[in-house]
T-cell receptor, first 113, second 117 residues
Framework: GESVGLHLPTLSVQEGDNSIINCAYS??????FIWYKQESGKGPQFIID?????DKRQGQRVTVLLNKTVKHLSLQIAATQPGDSAVYFC????????????FGTGTKLQVIP | DAMVIQNPRYQVTQFGKPVTLSCSQT?????MYWYQQKSSQAPKLLFH???????NEADTPDNFQSRRPNTSFCFLDIRSPGLGDAAMYLC????????????????FGPGTRLTVL
């Protein structure tokens, strides 16, 4: 069936280094992708999104890259800080105007001080 | 300022005892969602309201019901909680697509952690 999945369940990075979190999706009809950050005991927090007509989008310290050829999405965090420690989820929406998104399995980012 | 509010943050109930979780929003968003999230898993959509229209996911058990009396409030009713229903329940909202300034972003509340004894 269609799915969204992440390559690595846990990622440990040194404070100040850049982090790259990867996500693979299998539904070629997906047209919108979102990255969420979820801290322990809290709801998911929107980080950045990208539509399928783009291949890169930048925010504050974060960049999302979309490679539709291989159905791959990545989140890059520059100069990772301890406050970035959380679980990161990618989510996809299938085109058609319907608001439903499907979440991937999540990657836990641990920042080492 | 809180935009999506969930009460209570922690709820303990007994096996089989009905429980209601509440969600309110100050965003005036058209769409409200309920997700179930178990430990170390991704949020799983239970159902959503598109204005007053209720949309149930095919695999959502009948034990889960929802009410949306007005734009601001949405309730999740669990009629007979089982041990397997212990989870974090997340409420989210989004604007109606096509409206000026609308995006597809869903805004989440802090969640209610449900414990079933």
């Amino acid at each position: 069936g269609e799915s969204v999945g992440l390559h690595l369940p846990t990622l440990s990075v040194q404070e100040g280094d850049n982090s790259i979190i990867n996500c693979a999706y299998s539904n070629s009809a997906s047209d919108y992708f979102i990255w969420y950050k979820q801290e322990s005991g809290k709801g998911p927090q929107f980080i950045i999104d990208i539509r399928s007509n783009m291949d890169k989008r930048q925010g504050q310290r974060v960049t999302v890259l979309l490679n539709k050829t291989v159905k791959h999405l990545s989140l890059q965090i520059a100069a990772t800080q301890p406050g970035d420690s959380a679980v990161y989820f990618c989510a996809e929406r299938i085109s058609g105007g319907y608001q439903k998104v499907t979440f991937g399995t999540g990657t836990k980012l641990q920042v080492i001080p | 300022d809180a935009m999506v509010i969930q009460n209570p943050r922690y709820q303990v109930t007994q096996f089989g005892k009905p429980v209601t979780l509440s969600c309110s929003q100050t965003l005036n968003h058209n769409v409200m969602y309920w997700y179930q999230q178990k430990s170390s898993q991704a949020p799983k959509l239970l159902f959503h309201y598109y204005d007053k229209d209720f949309n149930n996911e095919a695999d959502t058990p009948d034990n889960f019901q929802s009410r949306r009396p007005n734009t601001s409030f949405c309730f999740l009713d669990i009629r007979s909680p089982g041990l397997g229903d212990a989870a974090m329940y997340l409420c989210a909202t989004s604007r109606k697509p096509g409206l000026a300034g609308s995006t597809d972003t869903q805004y989440f509340g802090p969640g209610t952690r449900l414990t079933v004894l």
